[in-house]
């Protein structure tokens, strides 16, 4: 049984990565179980786990998993009662309930491309005009942060951390669906496919999952920052890439500025529930720090480049026919 926690800022990756590993490389015989909850790192062995930052989950999520964990060693350890738990035991960070799957990512869904659209749109729809983009000036000097408060230690938080005080900036990109008219829930991973070009020759290219709350939240649990969760931009998944890697990380390649070229990459897996009423929002950005370290946006060795090597780039992100930028995603099945 492999565990491992939505949250965990150190090492969302390797339970993940595990769990495919045992499966696909196994014969069939092997049990290979998979538990996927709303955890930090290592927090569903450290006391209660009823949220995570400004964000609850209406429940001890440890409560269940102390059933799970103490059925599973009863019957291994000790020989004792039936092993009856599903393949994927999966905590849904949106409807804040578990779920049980017989396989992860679930066999029950459809691949749906989730495009950017002109004006800060974003839909299922694939955009019909041939001249869409945006730009925005990416400054290494003048960072994006990867959360709003400043803190003397990396904390766990950012990861639902609200996301207002980047849509905010200049320097990054915010597309929106309307409110959702019924439930969306993504399950397994999520690939970002960017079409853009540069004025420099090397990029980073980060792009944020974001749940987007109703203005209205009267009844949501006051946390200890007093933020008001109406319009709450919570952060479900965020991915940065280097450009220069963008084809191999073995061989990278500068690009070649002012040509438009796809970056491709993995987001890691989800489990959420965009309600009714709450709206899907991606932000796209080129820096994310200090978590990621600043890229100089020149083709250097960024471990021994000097300071002069650092520059502003203009970066275009297009959304159009031809260069359709999108988020490719599981939609669970009713």
Known sequence: ???GGWYDAEDLYGPLKTYRAIETQNPQSVSNRLVMGPWSHGQWNIG???NLGNVFWGQDANAHYREVEYKFFNHYLLGQGEMDLPEATIFNTG???WMA?????????ETRHMYLHASGGLSFEKPGRNDGYDEYV????????????????????Y????????ARRPDVLVYTTGE???????????MANLFVSITGTDADFVVKLIDVFPDRMPNYPVNDRDVPMGGYQKLVRGEVMRGRYRNSFEHPEPFKPGESTLVKFELQDVAHTFKKGHKIMVQVQSSWFPLVDRNPQTYVDIYHCDEEDFKKATHTVYHNAKFPSHLEVKVLKE
């Open 180 to 190: 959702l008219t019924e439930d969306v829930t993504l399950t397994g991973s999520i």
């Open 101 to 109: 799957f017989d396989t992860w990512p679930p066999s029950n869904t």
């Open 159 to 166: 990861m639902t951390g609200d996301q207002r005080f980047a």
């Open 1 to 3: 049984m492999t565990v």
């Open 95 to 97: 409807t804040t309930e």
């Open 48 to 50: 209660k786990a009823e």
């Open 138 to 157: 990416s400054d290494p000097m003048k960072p994006v942060p990867y959360q709003e408060d400043v803190h003397l230690r990396r904390t766990t938080q």
